[in-house]
Every structure is written in structure tokens, then in C-alpha cells.
């Protein structure tokens, strides 16, 4: 390579350096905006606004305290101070891990949280990837050519499963599953056995806008003249769908992934709820009972940091997956 040719690759090298750099700054940058409008908006709607939890709460007269008592457990809790303060100390707390006690408990909200997180984040990994099968599962199956004949079956169930609503899904599986056929037991289940069907629940409601995505891109990719040149050469149906249009069809699919990650939570909580399962939806559902600010407000904040994870990790996985991008980071959404 000659001294020239040399310089401009290495200029080029730089630059698209300097470009990855900047878009990691930015998209940095926005998610720190995003966690902070977050917290934000969490502390208004709860802390801000008009009542006081711990006033409404220890004011009843079946706890017997007097004005000066409830003064201290004011003071204690930090809600005797003015909404700016109460916002600042909230905030270096939420820094440091310190999410503050339960009014309801009387214990750490970082100890209830680290109690109930595993379990939804293990209903919703497995949801998450049982949808991603039932998904792609779907799209292959519509393009199989042996079944050309029913593939308007394939292509109308995701409008089915869209619309189905979540809390419905969950009971209508435990009355097939458990009371008909008695396949699934619902009543002192196996530690695997509890999850099967609120794994269903949560996957069906997600799988339906993965498989509509990856329908519509395999329709669009296929038409495209590298699959034309790729067929010429003698692959087989099965090398074309796998290796080459598929790859290509799920990259778009990504994104919508990572935008559905909040949708998955959301259904994890009322998934949760509906078969009593023990996790951020049960512990979400006592504190709005109970009003329990603390503990509402840093599931709202830690589920926007989750969500915001997400996405920044599906923008990092372009570039892996299609080496196209890798000179231009952020557009592959």
C-alpha cells in the first residue's frame, strides 16, 4: 500500500473512531436525561402533589401517637421539609442506592427490592426469549414453501394475538390448562411448574409485533437481488431463509425489541398479579394500596433504567450484526 493510501485509511480509521465516540456520548447523555426526566416526573406525581402518605398513614387514631410522634416520624421519613428539599435529598439519595424505607414495612426499600427483582427478572428473560421463538417460529413457518397453503394462518395470528389483553391471556390459561385438562397445576406448583403458564402470559402479548415485523421485512428482503444471486448459485430454500434472509429481515426487529422491553415489564406486573406470583408486580400492587411512595417511586426510576439499558444495548448490537454500520453508528434505527 502505498504512503497516500496508507494516510487516507488511517485517516478514515480516526474519523470513524471520533464518530463512535461522539454517538456513545450522545446516546449516553440521553439516557441520563431520560432517567432524570423519570425521577423527575415520578417525584412530582407522588411527592409533589397534594397529601402527605406518612401524615394520612400514622394520623389514624388506632395507632394512638401523639402530634409530636407523628412529628418525628415526619422528620424521619424527610417529609417535613419543602418540596425543593425533599427533591435534592431524594435525588443524592437515588445516587447512592439509598431508595429510603417503606412506609408500609418499616424496612429499606433496597432490601425489598433485591427480594422481589429475581423473580420478575427471571419471568421476564424467560418470557422475553419464549417470545423471540414464538416469533421467529411463526415467521419461518409462513415461508416454509410446503405450507404456502396455510400461510394466511401464520400471517393472521399476530393480529389475533395482539389484541388479546394480558390479564384475559392469564386467566383463560389457567382455566384451560389447569381446571380442564388439569395439565398445569395452578395450587402448590414446582418452582418450573408456577412458571409455565405466566411465561405464556407474558410472551404471546410481545411475540405479536416480533412476528408482524419479521413478516413484513422477510417479504421485503426476499425481493432483493442478492437472494436472486444467491438462489442462481444452487442453495437450497432452507440456506436462502436461514443464513441470508433472515439475518437480514431481523435486524429492523431489534429495535422494536428494545422498544417493547417497557410493554414486557408492564406485563410482567399485572402477570405477576393475576397467578400471585412474588415479584416487583406484587410489591407494585401493595404499594399503591398503601401509598407507599418510596417504594413506587424507585420501581418507576429503576424500570426506566432498565428500559433505557435495554435500548443503548440493542443501538451497540447493530454494528455487530450488520458491518454496514459500523462506519456510521445510530443508523440502523
Same mark, same amino acid.
Given at each position: 500500500?502505498?504512503?497516500?493510501?496508507?494516510?487516507?485509511?488511517?485517516?478514515?480509521?480516526?474519523?470513524?473512531?471520533?464518530?463512535?465516540?461522539?454517538?456513545?456520548?450522545?446516546?449516553?447523555?440521553?439516557?441520563?436525561?431520560?432517567?432524570?426526566?423519570?425521577?423527575?416526573?415520578?417525584?412530582?406525581?407522588?411527592?409533589?402533589?397534594?397529601?402527605?402518605?406518612?401524615?394520612?398513614?400514622?394520623?389514624?387514631?388506632?395507632?394512638?401517637?401523639?402530634?409530636?410522634?407523628?412529628?418525628?416520624?415526619?422528620?424521619?421519613?424527610?417529609?417535613?421539609?419543602?418540596?425543593?428539599?425533599?427533591?435534592?435529598?431524594?435525588?443524592?439519595?437515588?445516587?447512592?442506592?439509598?431508595?429510603?424505607?417503606?412506609?408500609?414495612? #418499616?424496612?429499606?426499600?433496597?432490601?425489598?427490592?433485591?427480594?422481589?427483582?429475581?423473580?420478575?427478572?427471571?419471568?421476564?428473560?424467560?418470557?422475553?426469549?419464549?417470545?423471540?421463538?414464538? !416469533?421467529?417460529?411463526?415467521?419461518?413457518?409462513?415461508?416454509?414453501?410446503?405450507?404456502?397453503?396455510?400461510?394466511?394462518?401464520?400471517?393472521?395470528?399476530?393480529?389475533?394475538?395482539?389484541?388479546?389483553?394480558?390479564?384475559?391471556?392469564?386467566?383463560?390459561?389457567?382455566?384451560?390448562?389447569?381446571?380442564?385438562?388439569?395439565? @398445569?397445576?395452578?395450587?402448590?406448583?414446582?418452582?418450573?411448574? #408456577?412458571?409455565?403458564?405466566?411465561?405464556?402470559?407474558?410472551?404471546?402479548?410481545?411475540? !405479536?409485533?416480533?412476528?408482524?415485523?419479521?413478516?413484513?421485512?422477510?417479504?421485503?428482503?426476499?425481493?432483493?437481488?442478492?437472494?436472486?444471486?444467491?438462489?442462481?448459485?444452487?442453495?437450497?430454500?432452507?440456506?436462502?431463509?436461514?443464513?441470508?434472509?433472515?439475518?437480514?429481515?431481523?435486524?429492523?426487529? /431489534?429495535?422494536?425489541?428494545?422498544?417493547?422491553?417497557?410493554?414486557?415489564?408492564?406485563?410482567?406486573?399485572?402477570?405477576?398479579?393475576?397467578?400471585?406470583?412474588?415479584?416487583? #408486580?406484587?410489591?407494585?400492587?401493595?404499594?399503591?394500596?398503601?401509598?407507599?411512595?418510596? @417504594?413506587?417511586?424507585?420501581?418507576?426510576?429503576?424500570?426506566?433504567?432498565?428500559?433505557?439499558?435495554?435500548?443503548?444495548?440493542?443501538?451497540?448490537?447493530?454494528?455487530?450484526?450488520?458491518?454496514? /454500520?459500523?462506519?456510521?453508528?445510530?443508523?440502523?434505527?
Amino acid at each position: 500500500m502505498s504512503e497516500p493510501a496508507r494516510h487516507l485509511a488511517g485517516r478514515a480509521l480516526s474519523e470513524s473512531t471520533v464518530e463512535m465516540k461522539t454517538y456513545l456520548a450522545s446516546r449516553l447523555a440521553q439516557a441520563l436525561f431520560v432517567l432524570w426526566a423519570a425521577f423527575t416526573a415520578s417525584f412530582v406525581l407522588l411527592q409533589a402533589m397534594p397529601g402527605d402518605a406518612v401524615l394520612i398513614k400514622f394520623q389514624n387514631p388506632d395507632y394512638g401517637l401523639s402530634p409530636e410522634q407523628i412529628a418525628e416520624i415526619r422528620s424521619a421519613y424527610g417529609a417535613d421539609g419543602s418540596i425543593l428539599q425533599q427533591y435534592f435529598d431524594t435525588a443524592g439519595r437515588f445516587l447512592t442506592g439509598d431508595f429510603g424505607y417503606s412506609l408500609q414495612a #418499616g424496612v429499606s426499600v433496597a432490601s425489598q427490592l433485591s427480594a422481589n427483582i429475581p423473580p420478575t427478572l427471571l419471568l421476564t428473560a424467560l418470557g422475553f426469549l419464549a417470545a423471540t421463538i414464538l !416469533a421467529f417460529g411463526i415467521a419461518v413457518l409462513a415461508n416454509v414453501p410446503g405450507l404456502r397453503r396455510i400461510r394466511g394462518v401464520f400471517v393472521s395470528a399476530p393480529s389475533m394475538l395482539i389484541s388479546v389483553p394480558t390479564f384475559w391471556l392469564g386467566i383463560m390459561l389457567i382455566q384451560i390448562f389447569s381446571f380442564r385438562f388439569r395439565l @398445569v397445576p395452578v395450587i402448590n406448583p414446582g418452582p418450573w411448574q #408456577g412458571l409455565i403458564l405466566p411465561i405464556l402470559t407474558v410472551a404471546v402479548p410481545i411475540s !405479536a409485533p416480533l412476528a408482524q415485523i419479521l413478516l413484513k421485512n422477510i417479504d421485503e428482503v426476499v425481493t432483493r437481488p442478492f437472494v436472486a444471486v444467491v438462489r442462481s448459485k444452487g442453495a437450497s430454500q432452507a440456506r436462502v431463509l436461514w443464513r441470508h434472509v433472515i439475518r437480514n429481515a431481523s435486524l429492523p426487529a /431489534l429495535t422494536v425489541a428494545g422498544l417493547l422491553f417497557g410493554e414486557l415489564l408492564t406485563n410482567a406486573v399485572i402477570t405477576e398479579t393475576v397467578f400471585g406470583l412474588n415479584g416487583v #408486580g406484587r410489591l407494585t400492587k401493595l404499594a399503591v394500596d398503601n401509598e407507599d411512595v418510596a @417504594v413506587l417511586q424507585a420501581i418507576v426510576v429503576l424500570s426506566a433504567a432498565a428500559f433505557v439499558i435495554i435500548n443503548l444495548f440493542v443501538d451497540l448490537l447493530y454494528p455487530v450484526l450488520d458491518p454496514r /454500520l459500523r462506519a456510521t453508528p445510530g443508523a440502523g434505527r
